[in-house]
């Protein structure tokens, strides 16, 4: 008995060289889209925490805080509708990855505190720009001051994380000698 073979044209289809790419394309192509449904539903949810946490770190940094305004990403602190401060980001390139910070500053431009909202810094060594003995050193100074010792400035690098230390204050005095600029001209 001779056996037959069936084709068919699925079995031409299988068979066929361009197949994985047509099916591989397929598998993409639905992966993407749940990805970008995904990223929809919490992208709002990620915004929200992030802002929740800078109001946070702004009612920290402004006791006195009963409100605030965010105009050309500066945040505009108020008391009973007086300005008190002004706050903006920082984003410095650090060891690890971006580091985020919080700069609070009075009413004479002066820094008030910073605060670090995010970094991917190496653990117990570049994490030690989150320690008041570093953070501290901000408190009173002028863009111009915010450097490390080593490069004319004020504030002391951590041993062994110079990269992060430099990193946080290069970001520290660009955003206040950018945002400063924003804040004279406008007369916020």
């Known amino acids: ?38 990223n929809s539903f919490t992208q709002t949810k990620i915004l929200a925490e992030r802002e929740a946490k800078v109001t946070t770190v702004l009612q920290k940094i402004y006791p006195d805080m009963n409100d605030f305004e965010l105009k050309e990403d500066i ?12 706050s ?58 915010v450097k490390l010792s080593k490069d004319g400035g004020k504030i002391d690098a951590i041993s062994g994380a110079t990269i992060s230390s430099r990193a946080v204050t290069d970001s520290v005095r660009e955003a206040m000698e950018e945002k400063l600029e924003i804040i004279k001209s406008n007369n916020y």
Do not use: R
């Not at 505009?76 to 401060?85: A, E, H, T």
């Not at 985020?100 to 653990?123: A, F, M, Q, R």
């Open 88 to 145: 903006i980001i920082a984003v410095g390139k650090g060891y690890g990855g971006d580091i985020n910070t919080i700069v609070g500053l009075d009413k004479d431009y002066l820094v008030k505190e910073i605060s670090v909202l995010s970094n991917t810094e190496t653990p117990g060594l570049g994490t030690k720009i989150l320690e008041t003995f570093f953070t501290d050193q901000f408190k009173g100074l002028e863009p111009q001051d």
């Open 75 to 86: 945040y505009i602190i108020l008391k009973d509708g007086d300005v008190i401060g002004y």
């Open 1 to 38: 008995m001779v056996s037959e073979k069936k084709t068919g044209f699925g079995t031409k289809i299988l068979s066929n060289k361009i197949y994985p790419i047509v099916f591989l394309s397929i598998i993409v192509f639905v992966a993407v889209l749940l990805l970008m449904l995904v």
